[in-house]
């Protein structure tokens, strides 16, 4: 069992940045591919992010391309998502999420064994 908790949203401006952090407990966070995902009201929940064991690769989804960036803390059992340039649209509940099988791709809600309980992220025009 892996117990994942986020931390760091709350409401910002555009154009202004955000560093949310998940923190994990439970058996060994570096056997678990990591990732972030939101969700919007009334949408369906969304990839946003992902990174795997090692950390020597990552994955984004096109809307936030060069604006977030993944990492991770394996010696800390933490991975984090930094927003920079944030954009209304990027308002959402944001998730982490912890996954050990390879059957689907690191963009896939079915990639991810557990879940955190998400950080409401809200940015203002």
């Known amino acids: 069992q892996v117990q994942l908790v986020e931390s760091g949203g709350g409401l910002v401006q555009a154009g202004g940045s955000l560093r949310l952090s998940c923190a994990a407990s439970?058996?060994?966070?570096?056997?678990?591919?990591a990732g972030w995902f939101r969700q919007a009201p009334g949408k369906e929940r969304e990839f946003v992010a992902a990174i795997v064991r090692s950390g020597e690769s990552t994955y984004y989804a096109d809307s936030v391309k060069g604006r977030f960036t993944i990492s991770r803390d394996n010696a800390k059992n933490t991975v984090n998502l930094l927003m920079n340039s944030l954009k209304p649209e990027d308002t959402a509940v944001y998730y982490c999420a912890a996954g050990s099988g390879y059957a689907y791709s690191p963009l896939r809600t079915q990639r991810y064994d557990y879940w955190g309980q998400g950080t409401q992220v809200t940015v203002s025009s």
């Open positions: 439970g058996r060994t966070f570096s056997s678990y591919t």
